[in-house]
């Protein structure tokens, strides 16, 4: 179980650890209203699919209190457009809407009188509900890694991106402990180097051996070094098994093909939805050019130079061996054998 948090709920407020400023400055953002909230999700401060899922079930704790503060009695209308402002501060994880959703029905259900006791209770249950979820995918996808093996990880998939333990990198951290892990590559993840800052830090805490890699290394990396398998989260997760994750994903994905190592993909069933067919419906978020044209505030391109920004990409499920969540393991993931796993876990 890692030490690390991302976020925390604290007298009365939300606070999220500002990952933006990490590894160098450890720095906690306190949120006392939903628009607060729904800045620092779309500003990055907090990120990864789960994370911003917890992050938004409290914002909306926090839109019904200053709602219900200013009109006991209509309080339900005023809120609504909170509600979409938490709902669209990042389009392309899904566990973001489904989150926001998921407290709609609990405050469609709650009678009268002061909401933010049951609201407050949905949103820890969700939180809560996530650090188990995460415990159990880790299981199931420690199992299939071979003792001794190396693992390629692409963007943060840790506690730092979830309630606790990660998703991606939970695996890794149980596989590790279990003696099947016997050293992780990290690639840099490039514009906003989540594997570099955040990744790297997180593996450091936990003391796992690992070494970081250039973006552009992974082809290389699987052709020399052998890693066994590319192991990677998601942000959402089509009908038919094709998958959205940090741009750079689907071409790590071809590299470790190409190389005969495997490839496995851990999220949580809040992320796998099934109203998207596959992933050309997905709709890819692109980001400020300036992402790329500047690093730290410093211009590493011509001025003016033009710039084109996916932040995530798709992943056919044709490249992944393994979706791998808390319901556990789908092998070869396809559209009917997508459909018999949710059926059997209850969506």
């Not at 998921?102 to 969700?126: S, T, V, W, Y």
């Not at 990290?186 to 594997?195: K, M, N, Y």
Request: glycine content about 10%.
């Amino acid at each position: 179980m890692s030490a690390v948090s991302a976020l925390r709920w604290r007298a009365g407020a939300l606070e999220l650890l500002d990952q933006r400023r990490l590894p160098g400055v450890q720095q906690w953002l306190h949120c006392a209203r939903v628009e607060q909230v729904a800045e620092a999700i779309g500003d990055m401060v907090v990120r990864g699919a789960p994370a911003i899922g917890i992050a938004a079930a409290y914002g909306v704790v926090l839109a019904a209190r200053a709602a219900y503060a200013a009109d006991p009695a209509g309080w339900r209308q005023a809120i609504g457009t909170d509600l979409t402002r938490l709902r669209d501060a990042r389009p392309t994880a899904v566990n973001l809407a489904w989150a926001v959703a998921r407290m709609e029905r609990r405050l469609a259900g709650l009678d009268g009188g002061d909401p933010e006791p049951a609201l407050l209770a949905e949103a820890r249950a969700i939180h809560d509900e996530d650090l188990a979820a995460n415990q159990a995918m880790a299981a199931y996808g420690a199992a299939l890694i071979d003792p001794g093996s190396r693992v390629l990880t692409h963007c943060n998939t840790g506690a730092l991106a979830t309630g606790g333990h990660g998703t991606a990198l939970g695996v890794i951290r149980t596989a590790h402990a279990q003696g099947r892990i016997a050293e992780v590559f990290v690639d840099e993840t490039r514009p906003w180097l989540q594997g570099a800052r955040l990744t790297a830090w997180e593996l450091q805490q936990d003391g796992i051996p690992a070494r970081l890699v250039v973006d552009g290394a992974v082809a290389w990396l699987f052709a020399h070094l052998r890693p066994a398998w590319l192991i990677v989260g998601a942000d959402r997760i089509a009908a038919n098994g094709d998958t959205a994750n940090k741009i750079g994903t689907y071409t790590a994905a071809l590299a470790a093909r190409a190389h005969g190592a495997r490839v496995m993909v851990v999220a949580p069933l809040s992320t796998f939805d099934p109203a998207t067919p596959d992933g050309a419906a997905i709709a890819v978020e692109e980001r400020p050019a300036g992402e790329l044209t500047q690093l730290a505030g410093q211009p590493v391109a011509p001025a003016g130079f033009p710039a084109w920004n996916p932040v995530f990409d798709v992943t056919p499920a044709a490249c992944i061996d393994a979706i791998v969540c808390e319901h556990g393991v789908i092998e070869r993931p396809d559209a009917s054998r997508m459909a018999a796993f949710l059926a059997s876990a209850g969506r």
